[in-house]
T-cell receptor, first 116, second 116 residues
Framework: AQSVTQLDSQVPVFEEAPVELRCNYS??????LFWYVQYPNQGLQLLLK??????LVKGINGFEAEFNKSQTSFHLRKPSVHISDTAEYFC??????????????FGKGTKLSVKP | NAGVTQTPKFRILKIGQSMTLQCAQD?????MYWYRQDPGMGLKLIYY???????DKGEVPNGYNVSRSTTEDFPLRLELAAPSQTSVYFC???????????????FGPGTRLTVT
């Protein structure tokens, strides 16, 4: 069965520093990968997704993620964070059943706290 | 477009009471979902629907019921509220084509439910 592990529950970082939020998954078939962001008291918003092709995916707000099939990882990065990036970030995976798509499985989330 | 809307935003229930959480989308998406979010646990799928008249259980369906009579609406029913159902509930929708995958889900703002 598929699963998603976000290795850090909380990541504190200073403003303008780089950040990496780690995500590993397990699955016996091909997968689609997503990162969502949740600002306080709001719903989830898509940051970026990997479907196929280039393993480096760029998203909104300067975030990017790299799909590494051999390490079954999909880590999220930003070279310079802002106070406004303070939020909870969720990695999610769904399995590819030869074109159709399984339900999303979410990690437990990583709270990014950007300090001035 | 309003996207995905949810009502109410907040609700306090007494044990044993019942209520319906409303969800509507105006994007003509065929798939709709209900999740619950508990602190540190990510999102868990309660029920989902692949189209009007078709629903299926997710990971944590016990204590909940759903119906889907129209494309736009997907209400979630709690029949006998229990303290374990205290959570934040999110509705989401997506467009899925069985020939291709990689769809993203669009989330509503959530309903915060407390059962005492």
């Amino acid at each position: 069965a598929q699963s998603v592990t976000q290795l850090d529950s909380q990541v504190p970082v200073f403003e303008e520093a780089p950040v990496e939020l780690r995500c590993n998954y397990s699955s016996s078939v091909s997968v689609y990968l997503f990162w969502y962001v949740q600002y306080p008291n709001q719903g989830l918003q898509l940051l970026l997704k990997y479907l196929s092709g280039s393993t480096l995916v760029k998203g909104i707000n300067g975030f990017e993620a790299e799909f590494n099939k051999s390490q079954t990882s999909f880590h999220l990065r930003k070279p310079s964070v802002h106070i406004s990036d303070t939020a909870e970030y969720f990695c999610a995976v769904s399995e590819d059943y030869g074109g159709s798509q399984g339900n999303l499985i979410f990690g437990k989330g990583t709270k990014l706290s950007v300090k001035p | 477009n309003a996207g995905v809307t949810q009502t109410p935003k907040f609700r306090i229930l007494k044990i044993g009471q019942s209520m319906t959480l409303q969800c509507a989308q105006d994007m003509n998406h065929n798939y709709m979902y209900w999740y619950r979010q508990d602190p540190g646990m990510g999102l868990k799928l309660i029920y989902y629907s692949v189209g009007a008249g078709i629903t299926d259980k997710g990971e944590v369906p016990n204590g909940y019921n759903v119906s889907r009579s129209t494309t736009e609406d997907f209400p979630l029913r709690l029949e006998l509220a229990a303290p374990s159902q205290t959570s934040v509930y999110f509705c989401a929708s997506s467009y899925s084509n069985r020939l291709t995958g990689g769809y993203e889900q669009y989330f509503g703002p959530g309903t915060r439910l407390t059962v005492t």
